[in-house]
């Protein structure tokens, strides 16, 4: 049987106020441990959606004094992103697999006669992957992607913000002058610095998190089931025959999504 958007979403939606701040915002992301929250106004209705991605690429993170009290000003309603991509619930999930990938979302808005009644995000089609592919079906390998952004540890995190708003990525590796992995820093990592804003001098060894590893041979199923189990989005591909060398690339949860889409995938059939 078909299943449907209904069977994977999370019921119900996290909103904000337009007018909550980006505090106010980071404190709710933090504390739900999300990736964005939605904007509805007293009616409840859905205005639009803001992320961590959407924080850093208003450039919170300036340590000028004028233009961070500028940003300190700054509303839900300033950042949200217009309009709201949704799906109804009803639809085939390949269809939901589709829209994200095609429209570069990390989440659609689930409704139900046109009424919000849920969110499905790439975690939820990853949680699900993981019982669904059989055992060694395909490796790391294949749908890795090659590209990485990269910084030394020295770098001032304003510049390393910067890099990933430009590049359009949501994290940057931390290596030492030999390509050895010290650590990943990602717009979670950034959103602590929010509140206070962040001193010119603080450098990305000063915010990054240890970074998770996975062998280039092993199966997608093991790389969701790492993902899951440490609530990340993405892992580092290394070769596990030398595991200092400089990394291979970089599996994330889009990869396994775009993997899902392929015409052969199980959640095509």
């Known amino acids: 049987m078909t299943k449907l958007v209904r069977d994977l ?11 909550a701040t980006l505090g106010q915002v980071a404190t709710l992301l933090d504390q739900n441990r999300v990736h964005a929250l939605f904007v509805a106004d007293r009616d ?40 709201v991509d949704s799906v109804e619930a009803n639809v085939p999930l390949a269809e939901a697999v589709h829209a994200l990938i095609e429209k570069e979302v990390s989440r659609l808005l689930v409704t139900e006669n046109g009424k919000p009644v849920g969110v499905i995000s790439l975690s939820d089609f990853v949680a699900s992957l993981s019982a669904r592919i059989p055992t060694r079906r395909e490796t790391v390998g294949d749908v890795m992607s ?59 060894r000063d915010v990054m998190h240890p970074a998770l590893t996975i062998d280039i041979h092993a199966s997608l199923r093991e790389a969701a089931d790492k993902m899951i189990q440490n609530h990340h989005h993405r892992l580092v591909v290394i070769d596990k025959d030398d595991p200092d060398a400089f990394p291979l690339g970089v599996i994330s949860t889009f990869d396994i999504v775009a ?6 995938s199980v959640w095509q059939k």
């Open 9 to 19: 979403m999370h019921p119900g939606v996290l909103t904000c106020k337009p007018d």
């Open 44 to 83: 409840g209705r859905i205005l639009g959606v803001i992320s961590d991605f959407d924080l850093m690429a208003g450039e919170w993170l300036s340590a000028d004094p004028e233009s961070l009290e500028v940003m300190r000003k700054l509303t839900a309603a300033d950042l949200m992103s217009q309009p």
């Open 146 to 204: 090659d590209a990485i952004l990269v910084c030394r540890g020295k770098t001032p995190v304003l510049s390393a913000a910067r890099a990933m708003t430009s590049a359009g990525w949501r994290s940057v590796l931390v290596v030492d002058a030999k390509g050895k992995v010290l650590g990943v820093v990602s717009g979670k990592d950034l959103l602590r610095l929010v509140q206070n804003g962040a001193n010119e001098n603080l450098i990305v």
């Open 259 to 264: 993997e899902m889409a392929r015409p052969d």
